[in-house]
T-cell receptor, first 110, second 114 residues
Framework: DAGVTQSPTHLIKTRGQQVTLRCSPK?????VSWYQQALGQGPQFIFQ???????QRGNFPDRFSGHQFPNYSSELNVNALLLGDSALYLC?????????FGSGTRLTVV | SQQGEEDPQALSIQEGENATMNCSYK?????LQWYRQNSGRGLVHLIL?????REKHSGRLRVTLDTSKKSSSLLITASRAADTASYFC??????????????FGPGTSLSVIP
């Protein structure tokens, strides 16, 4: 039974570029949440998708956008990358019993 | 501002000792969850305690919740080197405009020395 899968594992991008991160939720889960975790900090909520719609958003600029597909997988897009966007991006699926997290995508912006 | 704040920020103990981490939060909650993270990888869900529960056990883990003080503690008994990780509390606020969002604290870094 596959858990949450994220791709790619690591990514290096140049400032100003755009990036797309991907997530497949755990089987049976239909809600996907994205978190950004800077080094040494706790995960910060970016947004959550359910039924292909963004239903809640954290305190992140519009450069951060997402999408959910009919099979519940999701993408996180970040435009006009800044050095400060360097972080571990985590995808989580599940309900209130507790999230299941993917291993994350480590994004480095140079 | 963060909903949950763990204390201490870092903890170093000898193998076999008990480790206690505390979490304080600000608003009323539906439940509080503890997660573990190894070396900056994905978080692993450890235990969830609901607002109407006061204590919960899972193996070597014991979690308490005091809603009057808006605080929780995670106790790891008989610690092992493999318990070395960062531990986060996450709260599911009861007063919210949406659904399943949980809010994480900054974490406690635990080092267990063999």
């Amino acid at each position: 039974d596959a858990g949450v899968t994220q791709s790619p594992t690591h990514l290096i991008k140049t400032r100003g570029q755009q990036v797309t991160l991907r997530c497949s939720p755990k089987s049976g889960h239909d809600t996907v949440s994205w978190y950004q975790q800077a080094l040494g900090q706790g995960p910060q909520f970016i947004f959550q998708y359910y039924e292909e719609e963004e239903r809640q958003r954290g305190n992140f600029p519009d450069r951060f956008s997402g999408h959910q597909f009919p099979n519940y997988s999701s993408e996180l897009n970040v435009n006009a990358l800044l050095l400060g966007d360097s972080a571990l991006y985590l995808c989580a699926s599940g309900k209130l019993h507790g999230y299941t997290f993917g291993s994350g995508t480590r994004l480095t912006v140079v | 501002s963060q909903q949950g704040e763990e204390d201490p920020q870092a903890l170093s103990i000898q193998e076999g000792e008990n480790a206690t981490m505390n979490c304080s939060y600000k608003t009323s909650i539906n439940n509080l969850q503890w997660y573990r993270q190894n070396s900056g990888r994905g978080l692993v869900h450890l235990i969830l305690i609901r607002s109407n529960e006061r204590e919960k056990h899972s193996g070597r883990l014991r979690v308490t919740l005091d809603t009057s003080k808006k605080s929780s503690s995670l106790l790891i008994t008989a610690s092992r080197a493999a318990d070395t990780a960062s531990y986060f509390c996450a709260t599911d606020p009861s007063l919210k405009t949406s659904y399943d969002k949980v809010i994480f604290g900054p974490g406690t870094s635990l080092s267990v020395i063999p």
